[in-house]
Nanobody, 123 residues
């Protein structure tokens, strides 16, 4: 499975961005997809995930109410709508996919990773 993320950029605090991640290859093996992020000098952290078989999604507390994950199953694409962005949201955002049934939030459970896209929020 190959993942191609896009949509990052520079935005002012309070603004919005939409990230996309398209999967290709052995997409039939995907059980769910998600987003992680890594800020400079910090560890990679979970942002959100959505299952492929169902419709459940989970969010990190830091983004609840501001970020929304959605999926287009036919296109094997997930989207991350980010609203009310804050400077602390600045990070490289990575999309990832796992092959489990059900939801996963631990990075170690995700087998496939995209290349990352930079999101910078200015104050």
């Amino acid at each position: 499975v190959q993942l191609q993320a896009s949509g990052g950029g520079l935005v002012q605090a309070g603004g919005s961005l939409r990230l996309s991640c398209a999967a290709s290859g052995r997409t039939f093996s995907i059980g769910g997809m998600g987003w992680f992020r890594q800020a400079p000098g910090k560890e990679r952290e979970f942002v959100t995930t959505v299952s492929w078989g169902g419709s459940s999604s989970y969010y990190a507390d830091s983004v609840k109410g501001r970020f929304t994950i959605s999926r287009d199953s036919a296109k094997y694409t997930v989207y991350l709508q980010m609203n009310s962005l804050k400077p602390e949201d600045t990070a490289v955002y990575y999309c990832a996919a796992h092959s489990y049934n059900g939801d996963r939030i631990a990075a170690d459970d995700f087998t496939y990773w995209g290349q990352g896209t930079q999101v910078t929020v200015s104050s």
